[in-house]
């Protein structure tokens, strides 16, 4: 999977690999849910 | 001075006007443009002790898909708590609330998708170094709307904040912050 990227102001890069651990270890996924209604 | 009361026949100077049109509550500190498909945003120099509390909106971009969107305070990482209390709009009666229970984030500031996104929330003293908390966060969803609010339980002044997308990315449009002036 591709990671995603980041913005820090106007500086918009690719996460890094212990960014994306981090991210993923928040419950992040690609795609989000239909809704959290459904 | 904030405020000043002119009386009958007084010279209305270049100088009170200038500066009394400035003196609003809400003051404009600095806007950020969200670039393309990022999971999250950092907007760095927001916070100063020119001001206790702020106004922060997200409006004008898209999300990859029905995206709750959340929020960090100066990078921390822990000791986010937050609740949410929606209804969808074919059952209005019927409550459902969901939260964070010391988190790695606000989870529950704003919503996107492919055709919006809304953040708008007031922060209450992330310069000071004191327990930092947001309110009348505005959540409207597609299918559901609601309203939240949080507490960030570290007594840490911080200068920036990130507008997160809890799953998938965000793009485009606009994060603005404004400050309440104080006098």
Known sequence: MTKPNIQIDDEIRE???????????????????????? | MAIKTFTTGEVLTASDTNTYLANSGLVYIKQQTVGSAVSSVTVSSAFSSTYDNY???????TASSLNTLGMTIGGS??????????????????LISEGNNNAASWSY???????????????????????????????PAVT????????????????????????????????????????
């Not at chain 2, 106004?55 to 971009?61: A, D, H, L, R």
């Not at chain 2, 990482?77 to 019927?94: D, E, N």
């Open chain 1, 15 to 38: 996460m890094t690999e212990e960014e994306y651990a981090e991210l993923l270890a928040t419950g992040w996924t690609e795609e989000g849910p239909d809704d959290l209604a459904d």
């Open chain 2, 55 to 61: 106004k922060i909106i997200y409006s004008g971009g």
């Open chain 2, 77 to 94: 990482s822990t000791g986010y708590y937050s609740i949410v209390h929606y209804s969808t709009f074919s059952s209005p009666t019927v």
């Open chain 2, 109 to 139: 500031v704003g919503y996107g998708s492919a055709n919006y996104t809304s953040v708008s929330i007031d922060l209450i003293n992330p310069f000071a170094a004191l327990y930092t908390t947001y309110g009348a966060g505005a959540w």
């Open chain 2, 144 to 183: 559901v709307a609601g309203t939240s609010s949080g507490i960030h339980q570290v007594a840490t002044s911080y200068t920036s904040f990130a507008i997160t997308s809890v799953s998938g990315t965000i793009s485009g449009g606009t994060i603005y912050v404004y400050g309440y002036r104080k006098a």
